[in-house]
Each structure stands twice: as structure tokens, then as C-alpha cells.
């Protein structure tokens, strides 16, 4: 019995070191920030991190051939993750006499999960630069294209790009918005919320906009919270709003978003804001009181720490870690201007400032990537005129090129200052993307908008109205919609003038009586410079047609102005 029970004894220590082990195991995987200092498992923690957006990272295209009544059609799409449905498309055909449309054809697509095939590819770059955390948005227009129709799939699988961070060995920072900013089409509002009636006051305490994030959120951090660092994934900080600083100071509307962040994510999770690095942004943008913790950004070449000084004043004390959640390592581009570039010596030398003093900072961007389909911001100068669309391209001159290269200076020196600073090993350098030659590419005009203006317009997508309506009141968020308007021509010309176009106007005309098919062009009246345009008399029997095409080439993303409503 003695024995027996000696026997149990030791079973019972052992189960009880065992569970001890484990739970301290558990405890010990912690993020947090105290004595100024960011700290990970009990050890102080240096952050070199990196912005790549996996919804900026080129997607798998894939080409189809469908046999449609005998004749071989093709059409091609990203991998977005499209379910299994039923979709009308504008397809084009091969015969012998070119390439034809066929509109209004029915296909069938399968359902698709392949993640997009670069994002591994575009991490192990980022990991090989030296950096050890990776940041990206979370834009809400992608996930939530139409209201609550959710996407999660392909190039939008937050959850498979957190976990894939995680498998390479990196942490995640995650600027889950609302607003991001981002040169990214509306911030990364989704359009439909411009289509609601009263119009809704973004980026503040509005009670039907606050309803729609904490649905949006609702959705989102169900998601997260399992990918936390503390529950085991990467996610170390979550970013409250972007910058709100530089756009309002309605503190009730930040304390709903981190009470809504809390309610998910849990009290252990470090919140954090991001405001450029003067009194002005800091003081509107910082919420210390919520233990949210306050991270700066500034123009590369500034000196840092007097801006990581004044950081100090807007965060708890012992809570202010010094770090530039955007260090530029390059610059965005608005159509009509030259590539953005910047030095990579004095890129590097200003890094250098930050990390060789025990700093922190991320790189915006150390990837740029694509903006994709029609998803391209815009910016606006002193008035809401003053209009400039960001390009496709977002290569932002970042040291991982927009194609995944890295053979250039700026990489090669960010990657020598990382390694000087930090210690960290210095991994291979990745071999440059294969690239292919396809040669010359001819195009042919097939057939013009007014020869097919019947055959791809939908009825019951028509509408009628005595005032011009605009884009999202229709459903129509992105691309081109056409207005159409009749009038007696009685004058030998006339003027017409589109004060506040959104945002390019080409100008058509024809004869009531005409075919559709072949209308005069008239020109064309752009957002950046509301001229007028002169309209010739036709000498029609009757009335005259006018057609606007109107293009949307991008929402505002930042500023004042960013109730950006197409039309």
C-alpha cells in the first residue's frame, strides 16, 4: 500500500508539473509594451517590419475555353475565389473572319480556393530584406462588395495570408480601418455605403455608419481573434482607423471602434493608431486614455527622434515605444506624373537613424504591388477640383519591385542597414522573377460601345430620371455609366458645361432618328479642369441625342473631400 501509494503520489507531481509547464508555455507567448519598450515572451522586442498588402500581390489569371452553340469561346479572370454559379459574361469568339463578341453568354464557373501564387513568393523577399513583422490593410470594399455579401476567398483569404506569414516566420501588424487610406479606391469604404439616404457622415459618430462597421467587424474579427498572437497566431497589434488625426477629432467615434475591437479581440491585444509625427495629428488622432497605443509616421529624412519625443507626450507613460508605423521608403504616383522614385542611399541612411537606436520602424512599402481591376484611389490638392488618380501601378519605388525584383540598390542597402543594426543573419538574396518576351502584340478594333450599346445593356438596369443620378445609386460602383438626354438643336451651336463632372466625360452625339451605331464625337470635359464644351447644331429633322460617358477613375482616399460620389 505504502508503495502504491508513493506510485500515485509521483503520477500526480508529474501530471502536475506537466500542467504547469503548459500553462506557463501559454503565458509566456505575450506581446506587449512597457518601460518604452516593446516586449515579446519576456524579452525586449524590436520591430523591423514591412507593408505587404496581400490584396495587391498579383493573383493567378487563368485563361478558359467554353464551346458555346460549336463555336470555341474565351474568357479569362482572377482567382478571386468565385463560387460555383452561374455568371452572364462578355465573351468573344474565334472565327475565321477575327475575334466577335458574344454578349449576354451563360458560363459556368467552379469554385476556386488556390491562394494567389506570389504571395509566398513576395513574404520570402520581405524575409530576406531582414525584416521580421509584416503590415497590410485590411480594406472593407473588398470583403464586402455588396452589402453583407461577404468575400473571403483567393486573393481575399485574410485568414490563409496571416497563416502563411506565420509559416515563414513573421508577425503580422493588421490595419483593420475602417478607413485605410492606402491610395485604395474610397479608403476602403465600399462604395454602396455613398448610395445610402440620409447620406452617411464617415469617419465619424454617425449612428447608421457606426451600425454598418460593427456589422463589417462583426464579421472580420471572428476571423482574427483565433490568429492573435497570444491565442497562438501572428497578429501581434491591431490599428484602430488611419491618420484620423490629419482628417477630425471625434473622440466618441474612435472609443466606439476600440470599445468594438476590445468586445472581439479581447484587453491583452495592443490597439494602436497611426498619426503623422505633429502636435496637431497626435492630439486629434490618440486615444491614451483607451491604452491605445500611439505610433507616428513622418517624411523620411526628418529627424526621428524629436517626433518619437513628442510621440512620448500621447501615450501612457512607460507605454511609448518608439516607432514609425510608415517609413517611405518611396512615393505614390497620380496619373500624368513620372515614376516617384527616391534615393536609396539617404532611404537607408534615415533607417539607419531609427534602427541603430533601438527604434522601430516599418516599411511603407517594402512591397507597393498592383492595384488591381478598378481599385485605385485618388487624391485631391486645396479644393475638391483639384483631382489626381492614383495609376494601376503601386510600385511605390519600394525595394521589392511591383514584379518582385530585387536586384537594386535601394533593397541591397535597406538589407546591409537591417543587418548592421539588428544583427539579424543576412539570408540569401532572392533570384529575380523569370520573365517572358511575348513579343509584339497588335490590336485590331472589333467593334465600337454604340455598335453593341443594345446587345450589353440590361433593361432592367436602365433608369429613367428627370436629374442626372449618380453611379452607387444604381448599383453601377465602378467603370463607365452612360447618360443619354434629348434636344431640339435650334441654335447654329450650344454650350454645354458639366460644372462638377466625376470625373471624365466623353461627349456623343446623333440625330434622334439615327442608328445608335454611329454618333458624333464631341469631346471630352475632365473633373481637373471643368471646361466647356461647344456642341455643333446637326441640322436634325428633329430632335438631337446627346450621350455622356462618364468615367470613374478612382474615389478619393484621403482628405475632405472623400464623399466621392460618381456621376
Known amino acids: 500500500m505504502a508503495s502504491g501509494g508513493a506510485f500515485r503520489n509521483l503520477r500526480l507531481a508529474v501530471l502536475c508539473l506537466a500542467l504547469t509547464s503548459s500553462v506557463g508555455g501559454e503565458a509566456s507567448r505575450r506581446f506587449w509594451i512597457e518601460n518604452d519598450t516593446f516586449m515579446k515572451d519576456g524579452a525586449p522586442f524590436q520591430i523591423v517590419g514591412g507593408d505587404v498588402h496581400y490584396f495587391r500581390i498579383v493573383p493567378e489569371v487563368r485563361f478558359f475555353l467554353f464551346f458555346l452553340a460549336g463555336v470555341p469561346a474565351f474568357f479569362f479572370f482572377g482567382t478571386a475565389g468565385v463560387p460555383a454559379l452561374l455568371l452572364r459574361s462578355s465573351c468573344v469568339t474565334v472565327s475565321e473572319t477575327g475575334v466577335e463578341p458574344i ?59 496571416l497563416r502563411l506569414a506565420q509559416e515563414l516566420g513573421m508577425l503580422v501588424m493588421l490595419r483593420v480601418g475602417p478607413y485605410i487610406c492606402g491610395e485604395w479606391d474610397l479608403g476602403g469604404f465600399p462604395p454602396w455605403l455613398l448610395a445610402i439616404e440620409p447620406a452617411l457622415k464617415l469617419r465619424s459618430s454617425d449612428s447608421t455608419y457606426l451600425s454598418l462597421v460593427g456589422r463589417w467587424w462583426g464579421v472580420l474579427f471572428p476571423k482574427v481573434a483565433p490568429l492573435l498572437y497570444s491565442n497562438g497566431g501572428p497578429v501581434i497589434m491591431v490599428q484602430i482607423e488611419n491618420e484620423f488625426g490629419s482628417f477630425g477629432d471625434d473622440k466618441n467615434y474612435l472609443h466606439y471602434l476600440v470599445q468594438l475591437a476590445r468586445r472581439y479581440l479581447g484587453d491583452d491585444i495592443v490597439l494602436y493608431t497611426t498619426d503623422g509625427g505633429a502636435m ?238 454611329n454618333p458624333r464625337y464631341v469631346g471630352v470635359i475632365e473633373r481637373w479642369s471643368s471646361k466647356t464644351l461647344e456642341i455643333p447644331n446637326l441640322g436634325c429633322s428633329a430632335n438631337t441625342s446627346l450621350y455622356i460617358l462618364v468615367e470613374n477613375m478612382g474615389r478619393i482616399n484621403y482628405g475632405a473631400y472623400i464623399f466621392d460620389r460618381k456621376f
Open 103 to 161: 454578349c449576354n453568354c451563360w458560363i459556368l464557373l467552379q469554385e476556386f480556393h488556390q491562394l494567389p501564387q506570389y504571395w509566398k513568393d513576395r513574404l520570402l523577399r520581405a524575409k530576406a530584406l531582414g525584416l521580421n513583422t509584416i503590415q497590410t490593410y485590411v480594406p472593407w470594399n473588398l470583403h464586402e462588395p455588396e452589402p453583407q455579401s461577404w468575400e473571403f476567398n483567393g486573393f481575399a483569404d485574410l485568414e490563409s495570408y
Open 280 to 517: 496637431g495629428n497626435l492630439k486629434n488622432g490618440s486615444i491614451s486614455q483607451d491604452d491605445v497605443f500611439a505610433a507616428v509616421d513622418f517624411e523620411t529624412g526628418s529627424n526621428p527622434w524629436p517626433i518619437f519625443r513628442l510621440q512620448k507626450k500621447y501615450n501612457l507613460p512607460g507605454k511609448s515605444a518608439p516607432l514609425s508605423s510608415e517609413f517611405y521608403t518611396g512615393w505614390l504616383t497620380h496619373w500624368g506624373e513620372s515614376m516617384a522614385t527616391t534615393d536609396a542611399t539617404s532611404t537607408a541612411k534615415s533607417l539607419k537613424t531609427i534602427l541603430c537606436r533601438n527604434g522601430s520602424a516599418v516599411l511603407y512599402m517594402a512591397h507597393g504591388g498592383t492595384n488591381f481591376g478598378f481599385y485605385s484611389g485618388a487624391n485631391t490638392g486645396q479644393d475638391e477640383s483639384d483631382y489626381k488618380p492614383d495609376l494601376t501601378s503601386y510600385d511605390y519605388d519600394a525595394p521589392i519591385k511591383e514584379h518582385g525584383d530585387v536586384h537594386n540598390s535601394k533593397y541591397k542597402a535597406l538589407r546591409r542597414v537591417i543587418h548592421e543594426c539588428i544583427g539579424s543573419p543576412l539570408h540569401p538574396l532572392p533570384s529575380d522573377i523569370e520573365k517572358a518576351n511575348y513579343g509584339l502584340v497588335k490590336l485590331q478594333k472589333v467593334t465600337s460601345l454604340f455598335d453593341i450599346i443594345a446587345n450589353i445593356s440590361d433593361p432592367l438596369r436602365c433608369a429613367v430620371s428627370e436629374h442626372p443620378l449618380y453611379m452607387e445609386q444604381i448599383g453601377q460602383m465602378f467603370g463607365f455609366l452612360l447618360y443619354m438626354s434629348e434636344y431640339q438643336g435650334k441654335l447654329p451651336s450650344s454650350i454645354l458645361s458639366i460644372p462638377k463632372v466625376h470625373d471624365r466625360a466623353q461627349v456623343f452625339l446623333s440625330c434622334s432618328t439615327d442608328s445608335v451605331r
